[in-house]
């Protein structure tokens, strides 16, 4: 299949293209021949996460010393988009919760001890981390958690209960988030806190069913009495709401990553049909309707590209950008779920049938534009900013 977006932003080095081919080669042979199996599965193996650590490929956000490569945003949004281009939505749901959503708050804020202890595994894939924040009354308004941690002595101990959790279920690692001053109001008063599998009291009360992304699994989580040693507190108390806010850049990015890297698959597919399919004794390809209705997609997915590649060398090279990176992440997720139901058009009642690809990627998509960020969250970010 012929593939689009063939030259590269100017932020992509070289060792990102050797990473690229080698990522790509692990799509095709480690990936795609199971991919149906897991969507079936409701989860990733464990086995994906520690080929990818053999691979070199979980440690982009932490630093060298514990294992990581430390190859900062770019890298990441190109591992985004080339696990994306995978068409199988859960893979990249799963693996940038690890790679980009949760541990990274190690690598910012955990201790020196902490980090010992934890990243080296985590970067090696032996261990998957989630980040559970979202409560049931709480999901954008992040400042609307009630989960308490009160301090007893040597630990704290948790009440309170997490949904939408991905990693949830088969994850070893969760940073959780709690409110651990009850007079503070509103994003004043959360911390963060690592807890490992296996702590009594962590309980996974339901693996959830999601309308797409099948293959990453999806916790609900009740914290009961659930006992964590003062040692296991991550970053500063009280500031954790601002630790949540400050990594919402690498996970807009990634997010942008993997609707970029989607839409650039859906399209390619959507080409060799329309090219092939019969109808009124031509192709559809034959039909200026199908050509330019393909042709503004691309255009928009190109525009994706270079505005997300830029926002990305911005981050890199330390530069405010939550403007270019908010924008980035609106602009490719509502141009995803364009992208794909375009596509979809286009196949007709084919992709209609369960198990096709195109099927799957329509269900995959709908989450990317709210999920990550509801784009009308990200929208007052831009506004914010005019
Ligand atoms: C598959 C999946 C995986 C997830 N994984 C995790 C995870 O690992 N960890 C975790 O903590 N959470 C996770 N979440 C939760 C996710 O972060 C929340 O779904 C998200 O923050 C939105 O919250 P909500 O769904 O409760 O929507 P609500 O906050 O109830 O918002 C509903 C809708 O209201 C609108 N809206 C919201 N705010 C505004 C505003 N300011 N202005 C205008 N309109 C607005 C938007 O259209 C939004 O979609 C996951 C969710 C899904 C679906």
Known sequence: MKELAQTDPACITEDMRM??????????????????????????????????GELGMLGMRHPIEYGGTDMGPVASVLFAEELGRCGYGGLPASVLVHTDMAAPHISRRGTE???????????????????????????????GLRTRAVRDGDYYVINGSKIYITNGVYGDIYIIAARTDPHAKGSRGISLFIVEKGTPGLVVARKLEKHGIWSSDTAELFLEDLRVPVANLLGEEHKGFYAIMSNFQNERLVMAGMSLGASLKA????LEHVRTRQAFGATLWDLQATRQRLAMLATKVYAARALTYEAAALDAQGIDCVLEI????????????????ACLQLHGVSAFMRGT???????????????????????????KRL
């Not at 998509?365 to 784009?375: D, F, M, N, P, Q």
């Open 19 to 52: 990473f690229r081919v080698q990522l790509r080669r692990f799509i095709a042979d480690e990936v795609l021949p199971y991919a149906d199996a897991w969507e079936i599965d409701g989860r990733i193996p464990h086995t994906i996460f520690r080929r990818l």
């Open 113 to 143: 001890a902490q980090k010992r202890k934890y990243l080296p595994e985590i970067i090696r894939g032996e261990k998957i981390v989630a980040i559970a924040v979202t409560e049931p009354g709480a999901g954008s308004d992040v400042a």
């Open 267 to 270: 399209i390619e597919l959507t």
């Open 326 to 341: 908010s924008m980035a992440t609106i602009w490719d997720c509502e141009v995803h779920v364009e992208v794909v139901h």
């Open 357 to 383: 690809a195109i099927e799957r990627m329509a269900r995959d998509s709908r989450v990317h534009t709210i999920g990550g960020g509801a784009t009308e969250v990200m929208l007052e970010e831009v506004a």
